[in-house]
Nanobody, 123 residues
Framework: QVQLVESGGGLVQAGGSLRLSCAAS????????MAWFRQTPGKERDFVAA????????LYADSVKGRFTISRDNAKGTVYLQVNSLKAEDTAVYYC????????????????WGQGTQVTVSS
């Protein structure tokens, strides 16, 4: 059974930083693309960032480029999202997602989801 458990969210002032973590189990982590999405009430879940399983290639939403960094530690089965220079509009529930094994890097190929971690940015 695949489990994705996010942590690291919280309340932070505008301009601040957080490091989100997602611990994965029940899957072949080192050969699985991973991603982060976010959602605010009444809106669809939006792609934020993704990282490949093969060469560490990354994708980012335009709104977070230069401020957010996705990374992974295959030995720990964990994917991270470093979020810097936070803005009020970054306030959302952030979800970790995993694709099927060996899937190419993409924005909409994710099958497994965590429960989310709340990030609130105060202005």
């Amino acid at each position: 059974q695949v489990q994705l458990v996010e942590s690291g969210g919280g309340l932070v002032q505008a301009g601040g930083s957080l490091r989100l973590s997602c611990a994965a189990s029940g899957l072949a982590f080192s050969s699985t693309p991973m991603a982060w999405f976010r959602q605010t009430p009444g809106k669809e879940r939006d792609f934020v960032a993704a990282i490949s399983w093969s060469d560490g290639s990354t994708l980012y939403a335009d709104s977070v480029k230069g401020r957010f960094t996705i990374s992974r530690d295959n030995a720990k089965g964990t994917v991270y999202l470093q979020v810097n220079s936070l803005k009020a509009e970054d306030t959302a529930v952030y979800y970790c997602a995993a694709a099927q094994r060996w899937t190419a890097l993409g924005r909409n190929t994710y099958k497994y989801w965590g429960q989310g971690t709340q990030v609130t940015v105060s202005s």
